[in-house]
């Protein structure tokens, strides 16, 4: 039993002027503009504090860079043949070598599972840590030097 799916042609819509995304094109345009108006009040205001007007609208253009990328990726066309979906319209060859990837993964867990049963090791071994520390004894008769091994258990 072989079921074909026919899908027909989309023509996709041409979008005149700006394209798609008409808010983020203008609110760019309206940062741009705001932006290049306060620097120039501070270039060309001679206010005594002319250097925040010329950061403040550096900093308005540069946020309207967000403004740009909204725009431009709103306007980003996909072939309608790329936009297959990955759960229903997968192609077999792609399904046989996902098969064969979690075949070959579900193989190489077991058999790692399997080796910790073989030697009745637990999963999580108990790791234990000594801690090596000089332990002088001050004293002006004998000048020995004493170690002491503490176990640690994690």
């Not at 042609?9 to 309206?30: I, L, M, N, Q």
């Not at 098969?99 to 073989?118: C, D, E, H, P």
């Not at 999963?123 to 004894?137: C, F, R």
Request: hydrophobic share 45%; with cysteine; net charge positive.
């Amino acid at each position: 039993m072989s079921t074909s799916v026919h899908m027909e042609p989309v023509s996709e819509k041409r979008h005149a002027g700006v394209g798609r995304c008409k808010c983020s094109f203008w609110f760019a345009v309206a940062h741009d503009i705001l932006g290049v108006l306060i620097m120039m009040v501070g270039v060309f205001g001679g206010l005594v504090i002319h250097d925040l007007f010329i950061y403040v609208g550096a900093i308005i253009i540069f946020l309207s860079l967000i403004w740009w990328v909204f725009w431009y990726s709103g306007n980003i066309d996909v072939p309608p043949e790329e936009l297959q979906d990955d759960v229903g319209l997968a192609k077999q060859r792609n399904r046989r070598i996902s098969r064969a990837v979690k075949k070959a993964s579900t193989r190489l867990s077991s058999g790692i599972r399997s080796s910790f049963r073989k030697h009745n090791r637990p999963l999580n071994a108990e790791v234990s840590l000594s801690v090596v520390y000089d332990n002088t004894v001050a004293s002006s008769s004998s000048s020995t030097k004493e170690f002491s091994r503490e176990a640690l258990s994690i």
